[in-house]
C-alpha cells in the first residue's frame, strides 16, 4: 500500500502541532559539554559536522555525529571542551540530505556558511558589565540618525583612522574633526553636537556578501539573523572580532548618551529553496500563494510566514537576543506590513516583560506590493495600526510626500517646492504636522479623513531615508531640468524650509545621516550596490555647508526645549491650530504648552511659506488668546535658543521660501 503524501496544509498543520518552546535551540557551550538543538520535525536523520576552521571553501571536517530525536526537537551532547571550532548540519528529509547552517547559529566563520562555537563571555569589552541601554522617555523624545557602516566613516577626510574606516570601530573614536579643522566635528562627536540620541545602523546582521571583498551593499539579503556581519569588523576569519567589536560600537554610543537601533529584515532571506530555512523544515518558515509557489510580497523571491507559531517564536527570540547580548534599544523593521499584528505584539509584550519597554520599535508599514497574510491573521500596516499595542511606530509616508513630492517619480514636488494644490495640498501637510493624530485640528480644516494615528507615539515622521533620493537630491531633482547637485543657495535654502517644518512637528523625529549637511548621492536613487564613492558621508559638507548644519543644530535645541513637540499624547496634536487661509503653499500654526513651568515658552507659533511671493498670515487659536508678544527664534537664514529680534501682534509678514519660529 502506498504511503501518504501530505497536502502543503497537512504538512502545516502537522509541522504547528509540533512546535517547540524551550529557549535552547542551537549550540549551548559549556568547558565540559555542548549541546546542539534544532528544530526539525520532518526530518528522519540529523547529524551535526564539526569543523576545525569556519571557511566552507576548506575540507577541514573532523567528525560528525547523530543527533537523537525527543521532545520535538533533535539534540546531541557532546562531552569535551570544542570552543573554537566550527559546525554545520546535515539534515535527511524524504531521503534527501543537505547540509546547512545552523537558523538559531549566533557565532559564525567567513561568510557565515558554518557556526562557531565560542566563549561569549569572553567577547564582552572592558566595563561591558557596566554598560546599559540608552532611552528615552518616550519614541517622540527620539531624534534618530539613520546610517550604513561604512558610509559613516569611509571618507578620506572623516578624520576616523585608516584601520577603523568603515568599520564597527569607527564609532568608539572621539574627538575626530574635518582636516584637523576644530569647528567641524565629524563622527560622533558630530552627532553629539547634533542632539542625535539614536544611531539607526542599516542592516549590520549577517548578510549574503564576500566579507573579505569590497563590494558595497546596503545588507538587506539576510543570511544568518543573530551573528553580526563580518564585513564591519577587524578580522571576518574571527568569529569572536565581530562580536567584540560590534559591542564596543555599542558602547562607545552609550557613553556619548547615544541609543544604537538595529534594522532587521525578517520579513525575506536572499534564498529561498536552498536557504538555511528551508532546508532545516521545507515549505515551513515562507508563505505558499493558493497554487503552492513560494509568495513574494518582498520582492526578493520569498515572504517569511511570521504568522506561524515557530517563525513568531524565532523572531521574538531574536529581538530578545540583540537586546539583552548587545544592550541594543531599539528595532526598526523592515517591510513590517509582511508581517502580521499578533508578531509585533508579541515582540512588544516580550520586551516589557523583561523590563525592555523603553526599547523602542518602528517599521514600515508597508509590502513590496502584496502579500499571503490570512485571517484571522492581519498584516502590520498602516491601515490595521488601530491595533497596534501601545509602543509601536510606523514611517508616515503621509508627512514625507505631501511635504517634498511623491518618491516615486523624482520630478513630483510638494510642499516645499512651492507645488502644492496639484497632488497634495495644505491640508495634507498639516495632517502630516500633526501626526495625522485622530481628533487633530477642528473639523474646519479637512483633516479628518486623513488622521489615522491614536497619537503621535505611533508616528515616525521624516523626509528622508536610505530609500529614494536623499533630500537634497529630491530638491534639485523636483526644481531644475538640468540638475547640478553642489551647492545651491536656493536648494539650501529650501532644505532649512524642510527642517524647520520637520522638528516642529508631532511624532517621532528621523532622518537619513547628512541631510543636515545637504547630503548628495549626485542623483542616485537606489543605491543598495552602488560604489562607497557614491554612498560615503563627504564630510567636506560640514564646511560647504556650515549655515545648514548650524540651522538643524538649532532646530534640535529647539525641540529640546519646547515639550509638546515631543509629546507622545494627542494633547499638543488636538490642541495646535492652524490658520485658516485658502493660500495654498502657506502654511501656519500655534502650540501651546499645557506642560510648561515657570521659565518654560507657554506658546510656539511656526509660520512656513514655500510660495514665492511675501504674505500676511494671522495666527490662530483653538482655546486661550494669543500672546501679543513674541521673539523670534528661527528666520529663514538661522535657528537656535537666541532670540533673532521680536514681533508684535498676531498678523505676521513671511518671506517667500522661509520659516518662522516664534516662541513667547
Not at 546535515?90 to 546547512?100: A, D, H, K, L
Not at 501637510?429 to 493624530?437: C, D, E, L, Q
Not at 486661550?624 to 538661522?638: F, Q
Request: glycine share 6%; charged share 20%; aromatic share 10%.
Amino acid at each position: 500500500m502506498e504511503s501518504h503524501v501530505m497536502t502543503l496544509d497537512e504538512k502545516l498543520a502537522y509541522l504547528e502541532s509540533k512546535s517547540y518552546s524551550g529557549n535552547d535551540l542551537g549550540v549551548t557551550y559549556t568547558k565540559n559539554k555542548t549541546t546542539f538543538k534544532v528544530w526539525s520535525p520532518l526530518a528522519e536523520k540529523v547529524v551535526v559536522n564539526l569543523y576545525q576552521t569556519g571557511d566552507s571553501a576548506e575540507n577541514s571536517l573532523i567528525q560528525s555525529y547523530p543527533l537523537t530525536h525527543e521532545n520535538n526537537v533533535w539534540t546531541a551532547s557532546l562531552a569535551g571542551d570544542f570552543e573554537g571550532l566550527f559546525y554545520t548540519y546535515t539534515i535527511t528529509v524524504s531521503g534527501t540530505s543537505n547540509e546547512t547552517m545552523d537558523i538559531h547559529a549566533t557565532a559564525a566563520g567567513v561568510n557565515g556558511n558554518r557556526a562557531a562555537i565560542i566563549d561569549f563571555d569572553k567577547t564582552n569589552p572592558e566595563n561591558w558589565s557596566e554598560d546599559d541601554h540608552v532611552t528615552q522617555q518616550q519614541i517622540t523624545d527620539a531624534f534618530i540618525w539613520e546610517v550604513h557602516v561604512a558610509d559613516f566613516s569611509s571618507d578620506e577626510h572623516s578624520g576616523i583612522s585608516l584601520e577603523n574606516q568603515g568599520k564597527y570601530l569607527a564609532f568608539t573614536e572621539l574627538g575626530t574633526t574635518y582636516k584637523n579643522e576644530k569647528e567641524f566635528a565629524t563622527g560622533v562627536d558630530h552627532l553629539s553636537k547634533l542632539g542625535v540620541n539614536y544611531v539607526h545602523l542599516l542592516p549590520v546582521f549577517d548578510f549574503e556578501n564576500d566579507e573579505e571583498g569590497s563590494d558595497y551593499n546596503w545588507g538587506y539579503d539576510p543570511k544568518n539573523y543573530n551573528v553580526p556581519e563580518g564585513r564591519y569588523s577587524s578580522d571576518p576569519r574571527d568569529p569572536s572580532a565581530r562580536i567584540r567589536e560590534f559591542k564596543q560600537m555599542v558602547q562607545s554610543l552609550h557613553a556619548q548618551d547615544i541609543g544604537v537601533v538595529l534594522d532587521v529584515v525578517y520579513n525575506h532571506t536572499l534564498d529561498t529553496e536552498t536557504s538555511s530555512f528551508n532546508l532545516t523544515v521545507p515549505d515551513y518558515y515562507y508563505r505558499q500563494t493558493d497554487t503552492g509557489e513560494f509568495a513574494d510580497g518582498s520582492a526578493c523571491g520569498n515572504e517569511t510566514a511570521s504568522d506561524r507559531s515557530m517563525m513568531r517564536k524565532y523572531m521574538v527570540d531574536s529581538i530578545l537576543y540583540w537586546a539583552s547580548e548587545y544592550h541594543l534599544d531599539g528595532f526598526r523593521f523592515d517591510l513590517m506590513g509582511l508581517h502580521d499584528v499578533e508578531t509585533m505584539n508579541a515582540i512588544r509584550t516580550a520586551l516589557n516583560e523583561k523590563g525592555l519597554q523603553h526599547v523602542i520599535l518602528y517599521g514600515e508599514p508597508w509590502d513590496a506590493g502584496s502579500n499571503e497574510i490570512k485571517t484571522p491573521n492581519i498584516p502590520a500596516n498602516k491601515g490595521n495600526a488601530s491595533h497596534f499595542m501601545d509602543g509601536i511606530a510606523i514611517f508616515n509616508d503621509d508627512f514625507r510626500d505631501p511635504v517634498k513630492g511623491s518618491v516615486f517619480n523624482k520630478t513630483d514636488g510638494g510642499f516645499l517646492q512651492g507645488q502644492n494644490g496639484i497632488d497634495f495640498h495644505d491640508a495634507d501637510v498639516m495632517a502630516g504636522i500633526s501626526a495625522n493624530t485622530i481628533g487633530a485640528a477642528a473639523s474646519e480644516y479637512e483633516l479628518a479623513d486623513k488622521t489615522w494615528a491614536r497619537n503621535p507615539a505611533q508616528v515616525v515622521s521624516y523626509n528622508s531615508a536610505h530609500d529614494n533620493l536623499s533630500l537634497y537630491d529630491k530638491l534639485v531633482e523636483s526644481t531644475f531640468d538640468e540638475p547640478y547637485f553642489g551647492r545651491n543657495d536656493w536648494v539650501i535654502q529650501i532644505n532649512k524650509l524642510a527642517a524647520a517644518l520637520l522638528f516642529t512637528s508631532q511624532g517621532t523625529l528621523f532622518m537619513q545621516a547628512g541631510e543636515e549637511f545637504g547630503r548628495t548621492k549626485f542623483g542616485d536613487e537606489n543605491s543598495f550596490v552602488s560604489s562607497i564613492d557614491v554612498n560615503k558621508l563627504d564630510w567636506s559638507l560640514l564646511k560647504t555647508n556650515s549655515d545648514l548644519v548650524d540651522y538643524y543644530r538649532g532646530l534640535s535645541q529647539i525641540r529640546r526645549k519646547f515639550t509638546p513637540l515631543r509629546d507622545a499624547t494627542a494633547q499638543t496634536a488636538k490642541a495646535m491650530a492652524f490658520s485658516r487661509d485658502s493660500i495654498e503653499n502657506l502654511i501656519a500654526y500655534t502650540i501651546p504648552n499645557s506642560y510648561a513651568g515657570e521659565s518654560d515658552w507657554k506658546w510656539m507659533a511656526v509660520i512656513l511659506n514655500s510660495s514665492g511671493e511675501t504674505h500676511e498670515v494671522t495666527l490662530e487659536s483653538h482655546t486661550d488668546e494669543l500672546p501679543t508678544h513674541w521673539t523670534i527664534v528661527a528666520n529663514k537664514d538661522h535657528a537656535g535658543l537666541e532670540a533673532l529680534g521680536t514681533v508684535e501682534g498676531s498678523t505676521m509678514t513671511i518671506e517667500p521660501h522661509s520659516a518662522l519660529i516664534l516662541v513667547s
